[in-house]
């Protein structure tokens, strides 16, 4: 009978390369949480991150225009105060004008969006407002994330969380636990990984996807925090009585 690595095979360095390498990833997918929050909340008009704003973050809503969706959603903090919004949605609410927008909206867009919102400014994939031909556009009915943007979204998150999953996985591997619980905890992720990529734009066609969206992208943030936590503490906290055979 064969034998595997578990950690009681693993010398100190090893843990303590695995276990700096787990913080920080842990740290990174915090961070990627609060991404999610920042980039989502907000589209139906509410604060804070519903079902209906990662419907509306794919499949948009057909009363209002990507434009006043970003302005009441993720994009509202680049605004410097309250009238800017109004003008702003007034603007939108009237049918988008190119004379008030030469003189109202593209003074304030100068001001506050154009630094990122521009070919200058090496940001990929987001919409230029240059001029009014590029703004008009996102005035008109919202229909979600444009395809563009989701490829820009899917091969980023496939690529890296691949990677992190593969590493991760590796070292969740010297655990001692059941041995299907362990294969499915290490095969999940990658499968509701693809579930929720695949997701967002079943969602841009039918907005009630967007719950499938959340639960497969929940299961992925689940079993690889249990991952991360079981590795931790089977790798300086448990100690079995090694089996030879
Ligand atoms: C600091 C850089 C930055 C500033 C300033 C900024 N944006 Fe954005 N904006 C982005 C990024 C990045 C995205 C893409 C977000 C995503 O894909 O989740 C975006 C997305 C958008 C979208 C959605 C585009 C789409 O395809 O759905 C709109 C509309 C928008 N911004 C409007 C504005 C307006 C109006 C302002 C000024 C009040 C502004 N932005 C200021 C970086 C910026």
Redesign the pocket.
Known sequence: MSTYRRFSDASVSEKLLDTMFLLAIGLGYLFALSNIYI?HQGYDGKKGLSVQDVSISYHGKASQS??AA??NG??EV??PNLAAKKTMLDWIQHGAGKAEFEAKIHPI?KE??V???SAASG?SG??HFDDYEHVLP?TKTDTG??IP?LVRLSHIHLLGISFMLLLVGRIFILCEINIMLKRFIMAAPFVFLILDISSWYITKIFPNFAYLVIASGAVVGITFAFQLVVSLYQMWFYHPNKIVE
Do not use: E, G, K, Y
Request: one cysteine or more.
């Open positions: 980039t990507r434009l970003a302005i993720p994009m680049n605004l867009m506050n969006c630094m990122c919102h940001i987001i919409p996102l994330a444009s943007t």
